[in-house]
């Protein structure tokens, strides 16, 4: 990340914290202010912390009171827009750390992933609050980079003070379960603040969803913060003085920085406009003697010795170059400071910036016709995705860590507990990934058809491999099955080597919901695969919790999975944790390899149909063990509608968007570091197979087994 952003100001907080490793330890919590630390004693000895709904009562009068409308009535859209985008454009990044798979089996948990999901649009890419919120950026003419980049905390439309919330906002992405309280408080402030919807309140009604509205975003948040807060009630330890101290970093922050709106300039535009001509005068004066500007040359009015720059605006205002209060329809704009016009290469971006500013401070008018946002995809914020491995589509070897799987599974479950552990897991998939350099080569692609790269192709490959894997459902090689060879208790030992994988199903794709992954289709899709392995909501549907339950039926109980009780269990070789140990190394680094990361998550899904998954059902059934962990796999897996199809699609949209741009040698680069995220997939599941070869296999008779190897159902839940 860029150096030049200035150190210690609340910017340089914003863009550490957005682009920081999740085990580097932050460096302080929220302070209070003098005024919230005096809310929070009075809650306490009034007896507004007695119970959730008084806590609900008590928070919904604090985010009323903390709730004023922009104050200056003079500042424009635009600018209201700016001053709010680095809160706006971070949405539902707070919940991120309360949202890992280790934390969502619960009530609470689905709770706050059903919140996020809202957020993040219901699985729409284009109704994400961040992406809408983008859209109303650019169809008032305001380009912003993507918070992720550092050129947006650089940038001069902004002050300090507008990075104050989502500074806050990121300092609570960062914190893990042992702050959930806090977090809770800053989710319910968030949902309850008008503020920020004043500022699309402000705009024409035609460009805001009524859904959007303030009055009706806030009025329907109270349930869902009503339930959070009774559940979390509920939990051992509750402390609602606790929420209500995360709520107050929220309101804190958001008082800030209203207060520092006060204090701009009410004739802003207008004279930026001005001192930008002046800076002009001494570079323009002798290049405009014949270009006319109402019935004079524009140099009679910059003569240096006598400059009329009130004169110049004026005239300007009333030329054909200026559609007044509409940048984008403007000449000025449109064509002569655009590439082919007479001052290309005059003004730069900021002072473009304020040029369009200034045309749309020149009357009130504001014509929506033609400005019904349109989704935006940020073609800048894909680089952000595919980087690291740029230079070279094999990376160097990095040492391995030398850590047993059981540690590293248990120190990347909780990364921000061992500090170190991002780096440790990035020289894991780095390692991985020098194992199967041969699956990105061109040669290997061209065997199976898929080289070069196109949609159709990958469309062609995933349907001709769910074919093949439904017909081996249907051959049995030699007449003999696994499920008449295996006793009861080995069904129960396989299924107990299934745990590590299947207790963290979706732990993968963890990492694309954290601020640091720029929002984006493909992440939106990946966002609504995690989003169902965690149970879409109902816990009884989480992923983990189904083969808990199944577990559970044939007297196994396990521990929470970052125990040392699990983490160690007797009975589970530590092969089983290979698989599990490579999604969470991945998860780490979402943003880095997410080439690799598309690949992977195709190979899951794509095992969970077919042969593998209903052989492993009919074994269960067999023994009268519930088999519902696989089937339900076999379905929501589905290459029709389902994860698989949903997993080819975040594909063909990642390259098909690098395609567009035109560089075609950068899209072939991902599609090779694709293939070998696919096949690292395989590569972790070797080491279980053969663990459970050596143990089954003396009985079976090991040829036979050897035979049968890719048939056995493993640790390939998805
Ligand atoms: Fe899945
Ligand atoms: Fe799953």
């Known amino acids: 990340m860029a150096d030049s952003v200035p150190t210690r100001s609340a910017r340089a907080d914003y863009h550490r914290l957005i682009g920081q490793a999740v085990d580097v330890p932050l460096s302080a919590l929220p302070t209070l202010s003098a005024h919230a630390q005096g809310v929070l004693l009075a809650a306490s000895s009034q007896g507004w912390l007695r119970s959730p709904k008084d806590l609900l009562t008590h928070l919904l009068d604090r985010s009323a009171e903390a709730d004023q409308p922009i104050p200056d009535p003079a500042m424009t859209v635009q600018l209201r827009l700016i001053h709010a985008a680095p809160t706006a454009l971070i949405a539902g990044c707070w919940l991120a750390g309360q949202l890992t798979v280790e934390q969502s089996h619960t009530e609470l948990g689905q709770l706050l992933l059903s919140e996020h999901f809202a957020l993040c649009g219901q699985g729409h890419w284009s109704s994400h609050r961040s992406v809408h919120y983008r859209s109303i950026l650019v169809a008032h003419g305001v380009q912003l980079h993507d918070p992720?980049?550092?050129?947006?905390?650089?940038?001069?439309?902004?002050?300090?003070?507008?990075?104050?919330?989502?500074?806050?906002?990121?300092?609570?992405?960062?914190?893990?379960?042992?702050?959930?309280?806090?977090v809770i408080g800053v989710h319910a402030a968030m949902m309850l603040s008008e503020t920020l919807l004043d500022v699309e309140h402000a705009l024409p009604r035609s460009v805001v969803l009524q859904a959007d509205r303030p009055a009706v975003v806030r009025k329907s948040s109270v349930p869902q913060l009503d339930s959070i807060l009774t559940?979390?009630?509920?939990?051992?330890?509750?402390?609602?003085?606790?929420?209500?101290?995360?709520?107050?970093?929220?309101?804190?922050?958001?008082?800030?920085?209203?207060?520092?709106?006060?204090?701009?300039?009410?004739?802003?535009?207008?004279?930026?406009?001005?001192?930008?001509?002046?800076?002009?005068?001494?570079?323009?004066?002798?290049?405009?003697?014949?270009?006319?500007?109402?019935?004079?040359?524009?140099?009679?009015?910059?003569?240096?010795?006598?400059?009329q720059i009130g004169e110049l605006l004026t005239a300007l205002a009333e030329s054909p170059w200026i559609?007044?209060?509409?940048?984008?329809?403007?000449?000025?704009?449109?064509?002569?400071?655009?590439?082919?016009?007479?001052?290309?290469?005059v003004f730069d971006d900021a002072e473009l910036a304020v040029i369009a500013r200034w045309i749309?401070?020149?009357?009130?008018?504001?014509?929506?016709?033609?400005?019904?946002?349109?989704?935006?995809?940020?073609?800048?914020?894909?680089?952000?995705?595919?980087?690291?491995?740029?230079?070279?589509?094999?990376?160097?070897?990095?040492?391995?860590?030398?850590?047993?799987?059981?540690?590293?599974?248990?120190?990347?479950?909780?990364?921000s507990k061992q500090p170190g552990s991002v780096a440790q897991a990035r020289s894991y998939v780095v390692a991985k990934l020098s194992e199967v350099e041969y699956a990105g080569q061109v040669s290997t692609l061209l065997r199976q058809g898929l080289w070069p790269?196109?949609?159709?192709?990958?469309?062609?490959?995933?349907?001709?491999?769910?074919?093949?894997?439904?017909?081996?459902?249907?051959?049995?090689?030699?007449?003999?099955?696994?499920?008449?060879l295996l006793t009861r208790e080995e069904v129960i030992w396989l299924l107990l080597q299934l745990a590590p994988a299947a207790l963290i199903d979706g732990a993968w794709l963890q990492g694309t919901l954290r601020p640091s992954c720029p929002y984006l289709p493909p992440v939106t899709l990946l966002q609504k695969i995690y989003r169902d392995e965690l149970g879409a909501g109902l816990c009884h549907q989480h992923h983990g919790n189904l083969m808990r339950k199944v577990l559970a039926a044939e007297g196994i109980t396990l521990a929470a999975v970052d125990r040392e009780?699990?983490?160690?269990?007797?009975?589970?070789?530590?092969?089983?944790?290979?698989?599990?140990?490579?999604?969470?190394a991945y998860a780490l680094h979402s943003q880095d390899f997410f080439p690799e990361l598309l690949g992977l998550n195709l190979a899951i899904e794509l095992a969970g149909v077919g042969s593998m998954y209903s052989r492993a059902s009919r074994l269960l059934r067999r023994h009268q063990i519930d088999p519902y962990f696989f089937v339900l796999h076999n379905t929501i897996d589905n290459g029709a509608s389902g994860h698989t199809a949903w997993s080819t699609e975040a594909i063909a949209l990642y390259l098909d968007d690098i395609a567009v741009q035109g560089d075609a040698s950068h899209a072939a680069l991902c599609w090779q570091r694709i293939w070998r995220g696919f096949a690292t997939y395989g590569q972790s599941s070797a080491p279980l197979l053969r663990a459970i070869a050596l143990r089954i296999g003396p009985r079976l008779g090991y040829r036979w087994l050897r035979a049968h190897l890719g048939r056995i159902p493993t640790a390939e839940a998805s």
């Open 148 to 182: 992720q980049s550092p050129l947006f905390a650089r940038d001069p439309r902004f002050s300090d003070a507008d990075f104050l919330l989502g500074t806050v906002l990121l300092q609570a992405s960062r914190l893990g379960a042992a702050q959930k309280p806090e």
């Open 231 to 307: 559940v979390y009630a509920q939990t051992e330890g509750a402390d609602l003085a606790r929420v209500l101290r995360g709520a107050l970093w929220v309101l804190d922050a958001k008082r800030q920085w209203l207060q520092s709106l006060t204090v701009l300039p009410t004739v802003s535009v207008a004279q930026q406009m001005q001192d930008l001509v002046v800076r002009k005068l001494g570079h323009g004066y002798g290049f405009h003697r014949h270009v006319l500007l109402g019935a004079r040359t524009m140099d009679s009015y910059w003569n240096p010795q006598h400059p």
């Open 323 to 345: 559609v007044k209060g509409q940048p984008e329809q403007s000449p000025l704009l449109t064509q002569v400071t655009q590439f082919g016009g007479s001052m290309f290469g």
């Open 360 to 415: 749309s401070s020149l009357t009130d008018a504001y014509d929506h016709a033609d400005r019904t946002p349109q989704p935006v995809h940020s073609v800048a914020s894909l680089s952000v995705t595919s980087e690291p491995l740029e230079s070279s589509l094999i990376p160097s070897r990095e040492p391995v860590p030398k850590i047993s799987l059981r540690q590293l599974y248990q120190r990347w479950l909780c990364p």
């Open 453 to 484: 790269w196109s949609a159709q192709r990958l469309s062609a490959w995933v349907d001709a491999r769910l074919k093949e894997q439904v017909k081996e459902e249907s051959e049995e090689p030699d007449g003999v099955s696994v499920e008449s």
């Open 565 to 584: 009780e699990f983490v160690n269990h007797p009975q589970i070789l530590s092969a089983a944790f290979s698989t599990p140990v490579l999604w969470l």
